[in-house]
């Protein structure tokens, strides 16, 4: 029971420095690895569910060519076409979004080669990383977050524990959809 309290104070810090970056940002892009599988997708749905709490502008990165085939089928028979055009944006017009207080997030991926974009972590000053695979080498160093909890059975579930123990009042609002994904 001890353990289990502490590890609730050490997510819910986790949560609100989150929150408290997404808040301090102009906007937000969120990207997963270059072949995004449903974890990096529905977490990317999640982070974006803070976000909008956090009333910030945000955008997905994804390439669907480059997305895992089930993913990108579940993506396009959930999503209308305009909504996919509300929530992505590609990788080459992502760079037109970065601003100089942007908040990059890379989600299920901390190897900068391995992200959708990598070119838009070179060219961001404020980076967050969060990831449940071992951190290997080549790890995106310069960063403002950096959460790599290989404990964890997938980047969703870090993401679902922020929204659940964020401090956020009223509480995050997570569309049925993307609790579907997640």
Known sequence: ?????????KIRSLADSVLSLIRNSSNVLIMGDSM????AFGACLGLKAICDRAEREVKIVADLKLTERKTRSAIISSFSKNEIQDLIVEPKDAEALIKQNT???????HISTMAMAPELIEGSMRTMVI???RKGKDYIESTVFSHID?????TCEIVSELIK?????PGI???PLYATFM
């Open 131 to 133: 990831d449940h695979h």
């Open 1 to 9: 029971q001890s353990v289990q309290k502490t590890n609730r104070v």
């Open 173 to 175: 609002d997570l569309p």
């Open 103 to 109: 908040l990059l997030v890379v989600l299920d991926c």
């Open 150 to 154: 290989s404990s964890a059975s997938s």
């Open 36 to 39: 995004m599988d449903m974890d």
């Open 165 to 169: 123990y964020c401090s956020a009042n």
